[in-house]
Every structure is written in structure tokens, then in C-alpha cells.
């Protein structure tokens, strides 16, 4: 990969985003999801070809138009994975800049609590679907009409309805290598660089004129890959008009030492798959035939499709997939009832918890910051704002549960409910601390903070411990119970919250608030109209000086 080889001349570049595919676990969840929160199509349901007894499900627009195709392998109970470099980790749909608040409110009701940004001049709004794989809203148009066919049943109005994809965004070491495949030899131009609190984003463009044309890396240097599960993306295909223009490709991408595949027959597409050096795994697909190949446009989805290797063990084929149900069109596939899905609330045991680190190694550190993620994300991702605080005394720490969330079931109510669980999250914090302190820090020495329900248990935690800590902060949450009877005499805490978060109400924030300073906490709490569910630059502001301050006692 010395040199940038154009594509050969007659051959157009390629001209942006086919298809993502992704990794589930549960296959009705991620049908409501898709179908019904965002109004997608279930343009397809055929099986994983290498593995028929699991589900590969295709959503998009009416028609599975390239550059709105989302596809999942659903694998019941399948590990969480967790996201890290060398992979794409968020799929972006373009959507209309009047339907934001549309959107923002649909999300909140539906319990996604929407973080919103903004990013190159447009509103974002990054939700986790049921499996954790970040979905993004971009508000970037306002043209009337929309380059995709809406569905008509869906429960979106069509005004508001989204419009394919935007973009992805790939998490990576090294953007040059990035920059090398796209600029250097699919035809993409590199239309934009700005900060983002990930990393520096550096967008591509293909060279389409309508839908999915941007390609996004983060870089990240020295950061850890991800390590794939349910959640994951499991590759990223970019679309070529024609079999022969495919051919193309791979000649140059052979020649380039990107070693990809040979042609597969993807049924609905041809592709090739490759990978750049960071690690993302690409695909290039054609556009043709397309997903109305064998089926008619009013039909799409409501079959199970296979291909005709598969057809002669259909029957052993739809006994064993599991059950689903499409409340759009009213039909049944499969028949392998499902067991309910284990509820982890139901669960006693404590999940094995492991810890993640950033900042100054464990042991140099003269301060440490637990950090508990909100639930719905990661610890990874609450380790994000490690780069954001830049403190040189601190080691971050945040524990993550393999396979799924150690967090109760609700943030504030009813508490009978939550307790087993609330308990084995507070456990989990008291053991972590517990470590720190065998390992010489004092309880002055740490800073437990938190977003969502982790600030909830973080304050909650601090409360219930009831002795001066080097510091608690709260994006977003408040106590989970209000009777407590410690001394927090000397701890410094920051709370802050929109006036309207969805999650966490005002007046229980204003209680909490309360009952802290009554123990002799000396807190910060702010309001921040318009904040929403998330955290902004003016708390990490606030977070940095009360650590910075913790820093030069502790
Ligand atoms: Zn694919």
C-alpha cells in the first residue's frame, strides 16, 4: 500500500454506504425495535447462511434500497460486546431538522435517553438500541423530499420519517490508514476534521448524490479494540452499481495488498469483504438484484426466505428458528418458542464484574476516580471523559459486567422492587473501593462519580457509606433513597440535571440535594435548562475543578 491508486479509469468510485450488519441477541426486541421505535421496514427475514438455525433480519426503507439497509444475526443470548478500536461502533440516519424535538421526545417516552450533540454544524441525537449498538439521529435536512420511500405502516409520520443513512462512524488508531482505502482507493474525498469528545473525527464522503454518503473515523491512538459481541458491528459494505465495476475493485484492492475475498453471493447482493489496518472490517456490495429479487414489494418480510440450497430442509429450518411476530403485518415466522428472556433483575448471583482503567496507571496515581457508566452504555464509555479532564493525578476506573448490566431495573422507584439488585450494585462499588484502599489510597483520595443511574448509585453509594470521600459527581441522577444518617462533613459533590429530565425528576433532585447537604456534604447542584439527558462541557468544567481541588488535599 505504497502509492494511491485511483480506480481504474471507466469505472465510477464508489459511491457510499450499502449496508451495516450487526450482531443481537434477541430477535423480537430487535424487530420492535427497528419496526416500531424507528419505523424501519423488516424488508427481509432469511437465515444466517452459514448457520441456519439463527435469523438474519434486513431492515430499511420500502423497497431495502441501498444505503438504508440495517441487517442483524439476532442470537439469543449472546454476550454484550464491548466497543473498542477497530470496529465501527454508531450507524448514523439522516433525518429531517423539523422532526428533532419529534424525535428527542419519542426517545425519552420510550425510555432511550437520547445524548445529544452536536457535530460538523448538525444536531445529533445517539441512542443505545436494545443490544447497546449506538444508533444516531442526524438532523441534517431540509429538503420536502426524502431520497428513500417511506414505508407505509410505519408508525413514523412520514414528514418525520428518517431518510437512510447518514453515516458510520469507525473508531480507529490510526485515520491515515483509513484515509489510505477511502481517498486512496475507493474514490471517497475528505470533506471535514473537528474535535469530538471520542477523538478527532475525520469525515469522507462518497461519491453518491443522495443517501449513506459519509464515513466518519475517530481517532484514538493507543486505545484498546473492542471485543465483539451483541452490540457489535460486525462489518460495514459500501455500495458499486454493477458486478463489473465489483471486479474492478478487486483487482486494485488485491493489487494494494488489502487481500480481499473472493466474490460471494450474498443473494440480494455480490460482495467482497476486506479489512484496513486499524482493524474495520469492510464489504464492498453490489446495488443489484436487490432485496424485491424474490418477493414482491408488498411482500418483503413477511416470509422466510431461503436460498435454494437451504430450500430442502425447510421444515427442520423453520422448527428451529425462533419465534417472531411482525405486529405490522400481522405474521408469525418460525417456530421455536423462545424461552423468556432471563431477566437479570430476576437474578441473585452477582455478575463477574470486570474493571476498566484509563489515565495515570493504578499505583502512580495519587488520586483515583471510580466511574460508574449510565445504563444502557458502557464503561468504556464513561471512560471517554478521561481526556476531557485531563488530570495527571488521577487513575480512572470503571466497572463493567460481563454480558450484561449489574444495575437494577429502574433508577428511583419502586425500591422493593430494585433491592436484591440494588444491593449487588452497591456490593460491587464497596469492593472496588475496598481494593483502592488496600492499595494505599484513602477514601479522600477517590472521587466516585457517575452518569444516569450511575450517578444515582454513586450518591447513593456516598450516602449510605456516610464518610467523607474526595469527592462525589452526579451527571444527571439523584439519591435512589432519602433516609440516611452519615457524616459526608468535608466531601465536596456536584449534581447536575436538566430541568426536565425524563429520568430524573426535579423535586427528587432538589430532595436529595437536601438530605445530602444535611449530612454535611457541601454540594454544587445546578440546573442546566436544555441540558437534557447527558453531560455538557460546563459540568465537566465544574467536575474538573472539584477534582483538581480533591487532587492538592488528598
Ligand atoms: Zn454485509
Not at 473498542?84 to 425510555?111: C, H, I, K, T
Not at 450533540?117 to 420536502?144: C, H, M, Q
Not at 444495575?407 to 481494593?435: K, R
Amino acid at each position: 500500500m505504497t502509492d494511491s491508486t485511483s480506480p481504474a479509469p471507466g469505472f465510477s468510485p464508489v459511491q457510499g454506504l450499502h449496508h451495516l450488519t450487526v450482531m443481537a441477541s434477541d430477535p423480537q426486541r430487535n424487530i420492535d425495535f427497528y419496526s416500531q421505535t424507528l419505523g424501519q421496514r423488516l424488508v427481509k427475514v432469511t437465515v444466517n447462511f452459514d448457520d441456519p438455525g439463527t435469523y438474519h433480519l434486513y431492515y430499511g426503507d420500502l423497497t431495502g434500497k441501498p444505503g438504508t439497509i440495517m441487517t442483524h444475526f439476532p442470537w439469543p443470548g449472546a454476550k454484550r460486546g464491548v466497543r473498542g478500536n477497530g470496529e465501527v461502533v454508531a450507524a448514523a440516519y439522516s433525518a429531517p431538522r423539523q422532526s428533532l424535538d419529534f424525535w428527542r421526545s419519542r426517545l425519552r417516552l420510550a425510555d432511550f435517553g437520547p445524548q445529544e450533540s452536536v457535530r460538523f454544524g448538525d444536531r445529533v441525537l445517539r441512542i443505545a438500541d436494545p443490544d447497546g449498538t449506538w444508533v444516531e439521529l442526524i438532523f441534517d435536512t431540509d429538503d420536502a423530499v426524502s431520497p428513500v420511500e417511506a414505508w407505509p405502516h410505519s408508525p413514523i409520520p412520514v414528514e418525520y420519517a428518517l431518510r437512510g443513512f447518514h453515516s458510520v462512524t469507525a473508531w480507529v488508531g490510526q485515520t491515515a490508514a483509513v484515509a489510505e482505502l477511502l481517498v486512496g482507493h475507493l474514490g471517497f474525498s475528505e470533506v471535514g476534521s473537528e474535535a469530538d469528545p471520542e477523538g478527532q473525527r475525520t469525515r469522507f464522503q462518497g461519491s453518491g448524490q443522495n443517501v449513506g454518503l459519509f464515513v466518519d473515523a475517530v481517532e484514538r491512538p493507543g486505545q484498546p479494540r473492542g471485543s465483539f459481541g451483541a452490540g457489535s458491528v460486525h462489518h460495514v459494505a459500501l455500495r458499486t452499481r454493477d458486478d463489473a465495476e465489483q471486479a474492478a475493485y478487486l483487482e486494485s484492492l488485491t493489487a494494494a495488498a488489502y487481500r480481499p475475498t473472493p466474490v460471494q453471493d450474498r443473494q440480494y447482493f455480490h460482495s467482497i469483504y476486506f479489512r484496513e489496518p486499524n482493524g474495520v472490517l469492510f464489504e464492498i456490495a453490489t446495488d443489484a438484484p436487490g432485496f424485491p429479487d424474490d418477493e414482491a414489494v408488498d411482500e418483503l418480510g413477511q416470509h422466510l426466505k431461503l436460498p435454494e440450497w437451504y430450500e430442502a430442509q425447510r421444515d427442520a429450518i423453520e422448527r428451529q428458528v425462533p419465534k417472531i411476530v411482525s405486529r405490522e403485518y400481522g405474521v408469525t415466522i418460525g417456530q421455536r418458542e423462545l424461552a423468556a428472556a432471563p431477566n437479570p433483575q430476576a437474578a441473585q448471583t452477582q455478575p463477574s464484574i470486570s474493571v476498566m482503567t484509563a489515565g495515570r496507571p493504578l499505583g502512580e496515581g495519587r488520586m483515583a476516580a471510580v466511574l460508574l457508566h449510565g445504563r444502557g452504555s458502557t464503561a468504556q464509555d464513561i471512560l471517554g471523559l478521561e481526556p476531557q479532564l485531563n488530570l495527571s493525578a488521577y487513575s480512572y476506573l470503571a466497572p463493567q459486567a460481563e454480558g450484561g448490566s449489574w444495575y437494577p431495573q429502574s433508577f428511583l422507584a419502586p425500591i422493593e422492587h430494585n433491592q436484591p439488585q440494588l444491593d449487588n450494585a452497591l456490593t460491587t462499588i464497596d469492593v472496588l473501593m475496598a481494593e483502592l484502599e488496600e492499595r494505599g489510597l484513602k477514601p479522600e483520595q477517590i472521587v466516585l462519580g457517575g452518569f444516569s443511574q450511575g450517578a444515582c448509585l454513586a450518591l447513593e453509594y456516598a450516602a449510605r457509606r456516610g464518610e467523607k470521600l474526595g469527592g462525589v459527581l452526579a451527571f444527571s441522577g439523584a439519591l435512589i433513597t432519602l433516609e440516611h444518617g452519615g457524616d459526608l462533613a468535608g466531601t465536596p459533590v456536584f449534581m447536575g440535571v436538566a430541568p426536565d429530565d425524563a429520568h430524573i425528576p426535579l423535586e427528587r433532585f432538589e430532595k436529595s440535594v437536601e438530605v445530602l447537604r444535611r449530612l454535611g456534604a457541601s454540594v454544587d447542584a445546578q440546573v442546566y435548562p436544555g441540558l437534557g439527558h447527558s453531560i455538557d462541557k460546563a459540568e465537566l468544567d465544574t467536575a474538573r475543578e472539584l477534582m483538581r481541588r480533591a487532587a492538592s488535599l488528598g
